[in-house]
């Protein structure tokens, strides 16, 4: 599923160290036409679907499930898409330079700055971590360079309007996702910088996309981005159509019930669905039988800590760095998004 | 599904998800069944991007091809992550499945979500009596049944209106319900909104009709209990509506 874990055959192209590794040989036959098959097929098989198949399938349940699955992925489709186009525009074409000069040398300070670059720069989770690996191979401090990785996804502008479309009419949930996700992205970094180990962090030495190439790093970067956070997206989409249609209603609205067995719940299935955050605001809002709070828990959770996260942050920063920064994130996430949604919402 | 996804496989994936996109956009108004129409604009901008992302990716394979027909190289080979092979399943539901709109079942099913009035801050004017029925949203005779029954029932008692959705049937109690489904942003936050029809022979379950009545106060003395009513002077069938939400 992670293909980062086994990088070590990557050594060709300045682009390799970012995404998944080479292929081993492709096969001979020309691409293009193989590909040409492949999608004709494909549309004959979507039309003659259409025609045949769909008006057989009538099922009521069936119905609505693929009704609100589809209307999650179109819905957050273009979040996905131009938040991933900026984050690609960020990994291709803005020199390393520029973060050492931008943040501050005392790692202390740098902590919030890069909390506060968060907001302004867009990130896709999975790009964060690639991009987080990157600063600190550059020599940015590993807690500030953490506190960028776990605050770009949460909070950066195209992840504030996509919550503001899903939540309209309730600007305390964007305000609240803002606050609850940058305290636990500064407070994580800060407690990486106090008792944090050099050794328990593996920094991967990456050179970068060289100026001629750079066109081509941002289509890789986009393209590749799209299909991992399109595949989760997806996985999102599946889980939450299956609780609004499958799962019986008075399961949900009990365990709905229950303050904290609600809270729990969604930060559970944040880590589970592993939505990417540009998306995960539509699939929260679907979830209308649960407390604001609880809905507010699985906004912060999901961009922060999901299992497609934790497979990359083990393969970029090693085993021991995961188990202990995983665990640390999510208890902050799920505590200071209590504590936000008990004041706030 | 197995199969690792190589890079033709990527763009091919890209270019059937914007082409299902701008189906649903361009071609048919099916997008209407899922989102609010003013999203339009932004997935068809989105289709094309990702239409041309996977037309870019396989020209570049096809100049790759042809320069390197004989010789081993490939430094251009990356595969997806598995799980992108699930991009093909929005597709597949769009053109295997075409969902309609919500209509009875999911009403039923989150029947228990309790909707909150969905009155303007300002609240709802005084109604002008046009001589025929007035039509409105079921929404915003929700609103004003409410506003009635926690205030003055003058404001509502006695007008003509006009109400149209889906018919679905009441399991307990008399009368059918009117329902309209109304979603916050997508058809996954849909929410019933729904009124009880009495006076009128239930139609058909799903079946679009204009129910036109009056809006039936409550029992003095009854609580307040979120259930609104109307008696109806007749009702017809309807053609279901281009948006079928409110």
Request: include cysteine; proline fraction near 8%.
């Amino acid at each position: 599923m992670i293909a980062m874990t086994d990088r070590a055959g990557a050594g060709t192209a300045a682009e390799d160290d970012l995404y998944p590794p080479p292929d081993w040989a492709a096969r001979r036959t020309a691409p293009g036409t193989r590909a040409l098959l492949t999608f004709a097929a494909l549309a004959a098989l979507l039309v003659a679907g259409r025609l045949w198949v769909a008006p057989e399938v009538g099922g009521r349940a069936l119905d609505a499930w693929t009704t609100i699955f589809v209307a999650i992925c179109v819905q957050a489709l273009p979040f996905l898409v131009f938040g991933v186009a900026l984050s690609a525009a960020i990994t291709a074409f803005v020199p390393p330079g520029v973060w050492n000069r931008l943040l501050p040398r005392r790692p202390g300070l740098a902590v919030p700055v890069a909390g506060a670059a968060g907001a302004v720069l867009p990130g896709c989770e999975c790009a964060s971590v690639p991009v987080a690996s990157g600063l600190m191979a550059r020599g940015v401090a590993p807690a500030a360079a953490l506190t960028f990785l776990l605050a770009a996804p949460a909070i950066n502008p195209i992840v504030l309007i996509a919550t503001a479309v899903a939540f309209p009419g309730q600007p305390e949930m964007v305000l609240g996702r803002f606050g609850a996700s940058l305290l636990v992205a500064v407070l994580a970094g800060w407690a990486w910088l106090l008792f944090g180990r050099g050794e328990w962090l593996k920094i991967p030495a990456r050179p970068h996309a060289e100026a001629g190439r750079r066109w081509e790093a941002f289509r890789q970067a986009m393209r590749h981005d799209i299909m991992h956070a399109g595949g989760f997206l997806v996985v999102g989409g599946v889980a939450a159509a299956t609780i609004n249609v499958v799962v019986p209603a008075e399961w949900v609205t009990g365990i709905a019930g229950i303050p904290w067995a609600a809270v729990l719940t969604l930060a559970v299935l944040a880590v589970l669905m592993s939505i990417c955050s540009e998306a995960d605001a539509f699939v929260a809002a679907s979830l209308s039988q649960f407390s604001p709070t609880a809905k507010l828990t699985f906004l912060v959770v999901g961009p922060m800590v999901d299992l497609k996260l934790i497979a990359l942050q083990t393969g970029f920063f090693g085993r021991r760095f995961a188990v202990r920064f995983i665990p640390l994130t999510f208890a902050l996430a799920v505590g200071v998004s209590s504590l936000v949604g008990w004041v706030l919402l | 599904m197995g199969a690792v996804v190589t890079k033709s496989a990527q763009n091919l994936l890209l270019i059937t998800l914007g082409a299902a996109t701008l189906w649903i956009t361009v071609a048919t108004d099916e997008y209407l069944n899922y989102v609010k129409p003013w999203f339009r604009w932004a997935l068809i901008a989105a289709a094309v991007a990702v239409v041309v992302l996977g037309a870019a990716g396989l020209r570049r394979e096809w100049h790759d091809a042809d320069d390197h027909d004989d010789h081993g190289h490939d430094d251009h080979g990356h595969h997806g992550p598995r799980v992108a092979w699930l991009l093909c399943l929005p597709a597949l539901g769009i053109f295997l499945i075409a969902p309609p709109a919500l209509g009875s079942f999911t009403a039923d099913r989150n029947s228990t979500r309790t909707a909150a009035p969905p009155a303007p801050d300002e609240g709802y004017g005084a109604l002008r009596p046009t001589g025929g029925p007035l039509a409105m949203t079921i929404s915003e005779f929700i609103g004003r049944s409410f506003e009635a029954q926690t205030g003055d029932p003058g404001t509502l008692r006695g007008i003509p209106v006009q109400l149209s959705g889906f018919a679905a049937p009441r399991p307990q109690g008399e009368g059918w319900y009117l329902t309209r489904l109304r979603m916050a942003c997508c058809a996954g936050d849909a929410i019933p909104m729904r009124v009880i029809v009495h006076g009128a022979a239930r139609p058909k379950t799903d079946t679009w009709v204009s129910v036109v009545g009056t809006w039936m106060p409550p029992t003095a003395g009854a609580p307040v209990t979120g259930v609104h009513e109307v008696r109806a002077q007749h009702t017809r069938p309807i053609k279901k509506p281009k948006n079928q939400y409110e």
